[in-house]
Every structure is written in C-alpha cells, then in structure tokens.
C-alpha cells in the first residue's frame, strides 16, 4: 500500500468512528454556498443519518488563489444557522498539504509518478495528454506531476445515475496531481482526505460525476478501500445552467433558514416537513428520508436562484 506514515494515518482514522456507513460534505471556499450546496448538505446529511451513520465537514481549499475572500467564514455560518453539526473536527485541506506531498513521495518512489514540463500553451486544444514527460525523468522540482495512467476500464455503480465507466488512458491520459505552481489537485486531496477520514460514501452533485473514476483509479494504486457514490442531480436557474459560483448563484441567506431548508428537502422529492428549528426540520427530513424518491437523471426540474 502506497500511503502516509503509518502512526499519521492511524491518528488520523481514530479522529473519527469508522462506522459502517461515514459521509462526508465538502465544499470549496470559492464562492459563498449557494442553493444547489444547500441541497448537497441536505442529500449528505440524511442519507447517512438515515443510515445510522456519521456525518463529516471538510473545507477543500487546497486551491489558495481562487479562495474567495470571506466565503469560509460564510460556509460556517450556513453551518450554524442551519443547525448541521459536524461529527468530527472540521478540517481545512490547506493546512495538510504537507501529508499530500507525502503521498506524493510514496508514488514517485514507486515510479508511479512524473514530472511534466508541458505548459498548456504547449498542449494546445487536445484534452488527452499524450505522455510526452513520462520518459524524460525530469526533477520533480517547479514541474507539473502526472500519475500514470493504463489501458483498463474503471466502472462503478452509482446509486442514482447507474454504471458509469471510463478508460483513463483513451478519455483522458496521464493527469495532473501537482500543478507547476505548486498547487495540490483536488484529485489527490479528496481521496486522501475520504481515506483518513473513514469516509464510505460520497453524496454530492452529478457535475462530479466525471471526477470518479480518476478519484477510484487513485485510491486503488494507493491500496485504498472504493467508496459507495450518490451523484445528485443539479438545480437549474432561469438560464437553464446550474447553479454555482461561477455563475454567480445567490448565496444562501441565513436568516430564511428553514424556508431554504424546506426547500432544498422538496427538491430532492422528499415528503415536506414543517417549519421549525433546521435541527427539528433535519430531524424529521430524516426521519421520512427515501432514496427512491430523489428524481432521477442529473438535473431538477424547475428554477432556482
């Protein structure tokens, strides 16, 4: 197994009670949270509650110069004032970059890493990268680094969007898990993160879908255990797009809590609950929660802001 120290990994594991079922919700700092996390932490929260499970935060912002001024106190205040509560410590993916780059040691050991000169300037328009670096044996230092990738099918079965497959080789070639400027990807950084937290099930939104298989092929060649995937279909607004930061989705106002709540619980095709407390209300949102009942495909018909 491809991993971090040994004596990390089991303090990091024994932070949290690997209970059969564990999820996760993990949003980025990019933006404040919008309707469409709303639903996210509201489909995350009661499938494993319902499950008997746990139910984690984590704040993914290894991505520091896209970090919105402000937007992690935002998502904290949503958090209080939607009354979720966090089963363990909240954590920040900026302050661990160092157990990532130790990660990272362990595949180039291994050789299944390498370091990439290309610029995207130099790659031009085509997706698929090519493996030109694979054989050049650069310094890692000031360098992209890419995994390996092989000629293989990954599938997995979704609990909402089905059997979902990609070759790695042919969809998408080599990827990157360290960008030149130093950055940590989110690919590697999620898997990590779901490994050490004991996380068994990942509910989030179907724009994720794609990410997948990269995410699996990953947590495979580090001898981490595949998870269980709920892939959401998405809220829509006026435009037909989905609401998100990029196109300036309304941030949730914290003082309509429990109309959004109630909201976000019909859109997800869940039996209404009455207005109280969001504690109460996620009480019995969880108590009436159904799977089958989510609608099917990757969108939500109807508007939202």
């Given at each position: 197994?491809?991993?971090?120290?040994?004596?990390?990994?089991?303090?990091?594991?024994?932070d949290v009670s690997l209970n059969r079922y564990s999820g996760r919700f993990a949003p980025s700092p990019t933006g404040p949270l919008h309707f469409g996390s709303l639903i996210t932490a509201v489909a995350s929260y009661c499938d494993a509650k319902s499950h008997d499970g746990q139910w984690i935060v984590r704040?993914?912002?290894?991505?520091?110069?896209?970090?919105?001024?402000?937007?992690?106190?935002?998502?904290?205040?949503?958090?209080?004032a939607f009354e979720f509560e966090s089963d363990a410590t909240i954590?920040?993916?900026?302050?661990?970059?160092d157990i990532y780059e130790s990660v990272l040691k362990d595949l180039h050991d291994q050789g299944l890493v390498y370091a990439c000169q290309c610029t995207r300037k130099m790659l031009g328009s085509n997706h698929i990268y090519a493996g030109?670096?694979?054989?050049l044996h650069l310094p890692l230092e000031h360098q992209a680094i890419r995994v390996k990738v092989h000629d293989e099918n990954i599938c997995f079965e979704d609990i909402l969007q089905g059997q979902h497959c990609s070759n790695l080789e042919y969809d998408l070639g080599d990827f990157v898990l360290k960008r030149r400027d130093g950055i940590i990807n989110y690919q590697?950084?999620?898997?990590?993160?779901?490994?050490?937290?004991?996380?068994?099930?990942?509910?989030?939104?179907?724009?994720?879908?794609?990410?997948?298989?990269?995410?699996?092929?990953?947590?495979?060649?580090?001898?981490?255990?595949?998870?269980?995937?709920?892939?959401?279909?998405?809220?829509?607004?006026?435009?037909?797009?989905?609401?998100?930061?990029?196109?300036?989705?309304?941030?949730?106002d914290t003082a309509q809590a429990p109309q959004l709540l109630s909201q976000a619980i019909?859109?997800?095709?869940?039996?209404?609950?009455?207005?109280?407390?969001p504690s109460v209300m996620l009480k019995q949102a969880v108590a009436q929660w159904d799977r089958n009942s989510i609608p099917k495909?990757?969108?939500?018909?109807?508007?939202?802001?």
């Amino acid at each position: 197994m491809v991993t971090v120290d040994n004596i990390l990994v089991e303090q990091q594991r024994n932070d949290v009670s690997l209970n059969r079922y564990s999820g996760r919700f993990a949003p980025s700092p990019t933006g404040p949270l919008h309707f469409g996390s709303l639903i996210t932490a509201v489909a995350s929260y009661c499938d494993a509650k319902s499950h008997d499970g746990q139910w984690i935060v984590r704040i993914e912002d290894t991505d520091i110069p896209r970090i919105y001024p402000g937007s992690e106190d935002h998502i904290l205040k949503c958090l209080e004032a939607f009354e979720f509560e966090s089963d363990a410590t909240i954590i920040f993916q900026k302050d661990r970059l160092d157990i990532y780059e130790s990660v990272l040691k362990d595949l180039h050991d291994q050789g299944l890493v390498y370091a990439c000169q290309c610029t995207r300037k130099m790659l031009g328009s085509n997706h698929i990268y090519a493996g030109t670096c694979r054989e050049l044996h650069l310094p890692l230092e000031h360098q992209a680094i890419r995994v390996k990738v092989h000629d293989e099918n990954i599938c997995f079965e979704d609990i909402l969007q089905g059997q979902h497959c990609s070759n790695l080789e042919y969809d998408l070639g080599d990827f990157v898990l360290k960008r030149r400027d130093g950055i940590i990807n989110y690919q590697l950084a999620v898997v990590v993160d779901d490994y050490l937290q004991g996380i068994t099930h990942v509910v989030r939104g179907a724009d994720l879908l794609d990410n997948t298989e990269r995410q699996i092929y990953l947590a495979q060649i580090l001898g981490y255990p595949q998870l269980e995937y709920m892939h959401l279909p998405l809220a829509m607004n006026e435009h037909g797009t989905k609401l998100s930061k990029q196109n300036l989705a309304q941030a949730l106002d914290t003082a309509q809590a429990p109309q959004l709540l109630s909201q976000a619980i019909l859109a997800l095709g869940q039996l209404p609950v009455d207005l109280d407390r969001p504690s109460v209300m996620l009480k019995q949102a969880v108590a009436q929660w159904d799977r089958n009942s989510i609608p099917k495909g990757t969108e939500i018909s109807g508007f939202f802001k």
